[in-house]
Every structure is written in structure tokens, then in C-alpha cells.
């Protein structure tokens, strides 16, 4: 049953572009216990159908810059070549601190883009009010 909610959860997030396979990765080794290569290898397969159906979706909606995407996917490949080869060589709790310190940068990221994006009309209305203060 939980394989079946991890799946369900994973392919939400896969198909909105925010990194299913991020959250999958975690749930497996967090919830289910997984080793952490064993986790990121499934992933891998995962990755492929999920990716496919939201590739066809966003083809649809015409969302998709196909010469930026296939630009990217060339190096993609080559990279996923080098990281796959990187990877079965780190012991897996080495894996794990990679993993989480991924997270934590990522989670980092998000914060301090949500912060900016609040910031900025709070800014805007300040200098507003300070416009209708003097009279402009």
C-alpha cells in the first residue's frame, strides 16, 4: 500500500516539473528504508514513464522550447554518464549527506525565493506611500 501512495505522491509532484524523483528518493529511503543507490537507481526508472506523460502533455500546451530541451538533454546524457559512474563508487552514507545536502541547498533556494517574492511589493508600496506623502 505505501509503494502504491509513494508512487501516487512522486507522479503528482513528477508532473508539475517540481521534482518528483527528489521526493521519491526521499520517501523510499526515509519511509520504506531503502538503501540510498538502491533508491536513487529506482528513481531512475521511475523518471522514464512519468517523464514521458508530462513530456506529452507539456508538447500539447505547447510549453516546451525544443531547441533549449534538446541542448540541454544532450549534456544531460553525458552528465548522467559521469554521475552514474561517480555514484557506484561513494559508499552510501556518503551518498546520503550528498543527498541531503542537495536538499538542504535546494530547500535554501526556495525560502529565499519566497522571501524575495514578498519582499518586493512590500518594497513597492513603500515607496509608493512615500510618494503620496510628499505630494507626487
Known amino acids: ?81 559521469i554521475g552514474a559512474n561517480i555514484s557506484i563508487g561513494i559508499d552510501v552514507k556518503m551518498l546520503k549527506k550528498c543527498f541531503g545536502i542537495f536538499l538542504a541547498i535546494i530547500a535554501l533556494n526556495e525560502i529565499y525565493s519566497i522571501f524575495n517574492l514578498y519582499k518586493k511589493p512590500y518594497k513597492n508600496k513603500k515607496k509608493i506611500d512615500n510618494k503620496e506623502k510628499r505630494g507626487e
Request: charged share 5%.
Open 1 to 81: 500500500m505505501s509503494e502504491i501512495i509513494i508512487g501516487l505522491v512522486s507522479g503528482i509532484v513528477s508532473g508539475t516539473g517540481m521534482g518528483g524523483g527528489t521526493i521519491l528518493i526521499f520517501l523510499l529511503s526515509f519511509l520504506m528504508g531503502i538503501e540510498q543507490h538502491i533508491a536513487q537507481a529506482t528513481n531512475l526508472i521511475f523518471f522514464i514513464p512519468t517523464s514521458i506523460v508530462a513530456i506529452i502533455v507539456n508538447i500539447k500546451n505547447k510549453n516546451i522550447d525544443m531547441k533549449l530541451a534538446i541542448l540541454i538533454s544532450v549534456f544531460g546524457i553525458l552528465g548522467a554518464i
